[in-house]
């Protein structure tokens, strides 16, 4: 199967959804991205890279206008300017570490959606307008009901493609606000309805609550799928960090149960591994807005206990991955979660999944929806959306 490993390197910006951010990609032409291929290292990044800058258009140096005002982290000597602009920002608020938090209170936590918005404001950068309506639904699970939140375009045609979509936050902080911009960013772009599940969260709900939880979601909108003008035979899942390891899950759930498979799945940053220990959690142990001690206290919140970490819906990396669907990994090189991802692809590809794999160099965890500030995050966005479209298009 063919598998692709490319890295992108740049001098700009970062971060997670903004209301805007995503969108920015509809408002703006597109122009092909350049792609170099190479061969991944286990636990290093490939030194083959595309640099964005060579070529850059108006709309691309619009979107990289935010400046730092001091120097690089120890930990990022190639972090991009935006990018650093918004984690000074983020940093400015003094917030206190969440590992030093309960649950209750590191969600009350500023979060880089919040200092993105603080930077938009302060350097006059509009917000596209909305191409979407939305609508809340209720989702019946175990032991109760969870909410969630569903994107139709307002363009295109029904029926839809569907895609149910999870959010991040180490399975316990965020919510589907913090991460509209990706699932309206989706929704437009594809011209899918998108279904974001806020599934319950830890330390209230642990293992595997949140698992269980987003399979049924993913089960209820095969179900529903017509009735919000979506076509249930064209579904995809797709999920950021804790969502990414989700929507993995919830993809071997449906292989195990004989459930319909999603056609694609594209995983940003995804949990994949228990193991705090691999190259990229040694080098980026403190970065931001993601390090290593926020990934123990995600485990320890989430985890009944450790022998979790061992359970192929935590550790991906070891799970039996054959019969899976198409899978896009999107992975950032200033970031714990690097090695795994790269490990991830690996994975895959020796088990007969095709995958497509980057790594984007100079931005950090959760720089996804940053395409109003950051160009890698425009060419990330491109890369989940092509590859969406051409799985509903078979």
């Given at each position: 199967?063919?598998?692709?490993?490319?890295?992108?390197?740049?001098?700009?910006?970062?971060?997670?959804?903004?209301?805007?951010?995503?969108?920015?990609?509809?408002?703006?032409?597109?122009?092909?991205?350049?792609?170099?291929?190479?061969?991944?290292?286990?636990?290093?990044?490939?030194?083959?890279?595309?640099?964005?800058?060579?070529?850059?258009?108006?709309?691309?140096?619009?979107?990289?206008?935010?400046?730092?005002?001091?120097?690089k982290p120890a930990w990022a000597d190639t972090i991009t300017g935006p990018m650093q602009a918004v984690i000074e920002k983020l940093a400015s608020y003094n917030a206190?570490?969440?590992?030093?938090?309960?649950?209750?209170?590191?969600?009350?936590?500023?979060?880089?959606?919040?200092?993105?918005?603080?930077?938009?404001?302060?350097?006059?950068?509009?917000?596209?307008?909305?191409?979407?309506?939305?609508?809340?639904?209720?989702?019946?699970?175990?032991?109760?009901?969870?909410?969630?939140?569903?994107?139709?375009?307002?363009?295109?045609?029904?029926?839809?493609?569907?895609?149910?979509?999870?959010?991040?936050?180490?399975?316990?902080?965020?919510?589907?606000?913090?991460?509209?911009?990706?699932?309206?960013?989706?929704?437009?772009?594809?011209?899918?309805?998108?279904?974001?599940?806020?599934?319950?969260?830890?330390?209230?709900?642990?293992?595997?609550?949140?698992?269980?939880?987003?399979?049924?979601?993913?089960?209820?909108?095969?179900?529903?799928?017509?009735?919000?003008?979506?076509?249930?035979?064209?579904?995809?899942?797709?999920?950021?960090?804790?969502?990414?390891?989700?929507?993995?899950?919830?993809?071997?759930?449906?292989?195990?149960?004989?459930?319909?498979?999603?056609?694609?799945?594209?995983?940003?940053?995804?949990?994949?591994?228990?193991?705090?220990?691999?190259?990229?959690y040694q080098q980026y142990a403190s970065a931001k807005p993601l390090d290593k001690p926020m990934m123990e206290w995600f485990f320890k919140q989430y985890l009944r206990?450790?022998?979790?970490?061992?359970?192929?819906?935590?550790?991906?990396?070891?799970?039996?991955?054959?019969?899976?669907?198409?899978?896009?990994?999107?992975?950032?090189?200033?970031?714990?979660?690097?090695?795994?991802?790269?490990?991830?692809?690996?994975?895959?590809?020796?088990?007969?999944?095709?995958?497509?794999?980057?790594?984007?160099?100079?931005?950090?965890?959760?720089?996804?929806?940053?395409?109003?500030?950051?160009?890698?995050?425009?060419?990330?966005?491109?890369?989940?959306?092509?590859?969406?479209?051409?799985?509903?298009?078979?």
């Amino acid at each position: 199967m063919e598998k692709r490993i490319l890295t992108f390197a740049r001098k700009g910006g970062f971060i997670l959804a903004t209301a805007c951010s995503f969108l920015v990609l509809s408002c703006e032409s597109k122009r092909p991205v350049e792609e170099t291929e190479s061969v991944s290292r286990e636990g290093a990044v490939d030194t083959t890279a595309v640099d964005l800058d060579a070529d850059a258009d108006t709309s691309d140096q619009a979107a990289s206008s935010l400046k730092p005002t001091g120097t690089k982290p120890a930990w990022a000597d190639t972090i991009t300017g935006p990018m650093q602009a918004v984690i000074e920002k983020l940093a400015s608020y003094n917030a206190k570490p969440i590992p030093q938090l309960t649950a209750k209170q590191a969600r009350q936590n500023p979060t880089p959606t919040t200092a993105v918005m603080d930077l938009m404001k302060e350097n006059n950068m509009p917000m596209p307008p909305s191409k979407v309506d939305t609508v809340g639904k209720k989702i019946p699970v175990t032991g109760g009901q969870i909410h969630a939140r569903v994107y139709t375009p307002k363009t295109g045609t029904a029926p839809y493609p569907v895609i149910v979509y999870y959010h991040g936050g180490g399975w316990v902080i965020a919510d589907l606000d913090t991460y509209d911009a990706s699932a309206k960013g989706l929704a437009e772009q594809t011209e899918a309805v998108v279904i974001s599940v806020a599934y319950r969260q830890a330390p209230e709900n642990k293992f595997p609550t949140a698992h269980n939880d987003s399979f049924a979601a993913y089960k209820w909108a095969l179900k529903n799928a017509a009735s919000l003008k979506g076509d249930p035979k064209r579904v995809a899942v797709v999920g950021e960090s804790a969502g990414g390891n989700l929507a993995a899950a919830v993809s071997m759930m449906a292989r195990d149960q004989k459930v319909q498979m999603p056609l694609h799945q594209v995983l940003v940053y995804p949990i994949a591994s228990y193991n705090t220990n691999s190259a990229s959690y040694q080098q980026y142990a403190s970065a931001k807005p993601l390090d290593k001690p926020m990934m123990e206290w995600f485990f320890k919140q989430y985890l009944r206990t450790p022998a979790d970490g061992k359970n192929p819906w935590i550790n991906l990396v070891g799970a039996n991955l054959k019969g899976l669907p198409p899978t896009t990994i999107i992975n950032a090189q200033l970031d714990p979660l690097q090695t795994e991802g790269q490990q991830l692809a690996q994975r895959f590809d020796s088990t007969g999944v095709d995958v497509n794999h980057k790594v984007f160099n100079g931005v950090t965890h959760e720089f996804f929806g940053m395409a109003s500030v950051l160009r890698e995050a425009k060419y990330a966005q491109e890369m989940a959306v092509t590859d969406l479209k051409k799985a509903f298009e078979k």
